[in-house]
């Protein structure tokens, strides 16, 4: 069975709790991603960082991104899959939790990321058909 290591991308950088939403930006535009795991000081998840969090919880709140914290928009215990379950436990959290990309531990280290992409890339059609329903419905 398919790993979230085999089919994730590696190497995923954190944007810190403490740095500015406006570094974050500028993380995200560097790497052209549309996300970013938050890491505290003590190199453990926080949670995630969207661009459409920045948008939404930021700018479309009148909030200065040079001042609030990326820590500030981490909201709960991320949700996270480890390094070595398969392919279904992917898809049963992606669904459960409507998120399009988890970040990928082993232990208490982030190894890399998984997303969307990455499981419509490895897995079979119905099973990508299926994860799509599930995102895309309330």
């Known amino acids: 069975m398919t790993t979230a290591r085999e089919i994730m991308t590696a190497g995923a950088e954190c944007v810190g709790a403490n740095e500015t939403v406006l570094d974050a930006a500028k993380k995200l535009t560097e790497l052209g991603v549309g996300a970013l795991p938050i890491c505290g000081t003590d190199e453990k998840l926080k ?37 070595d379950d398969d392919a279904e ?30 499981v419509a890339r490895a897995l079979s059609d119905p099973q990508v058909g299926d994860l799509l329903q599930a995102l895309s419905t309330d």
């Open 47 to 83: 949670g995630m960082l969207t661009d459409r969090d920045i948008v939404v919880k930021v700018l479309g709140a009148g909030k200065d991104p040079a001042q609030v914290k990326a820590g500030d928009l981490a909201q709960g215990e991320a949700v996270t899959i480890g390094a």
């Open 89 to 118: 436990e992917i898809l049963r959290t992606m669904s459960e939790h409507k998120v399009r990309r988890l970040p990928v531990i082993d232990g208490h280290t982030l190894v890399g990321i998984v997303a969307q992409a990455d």
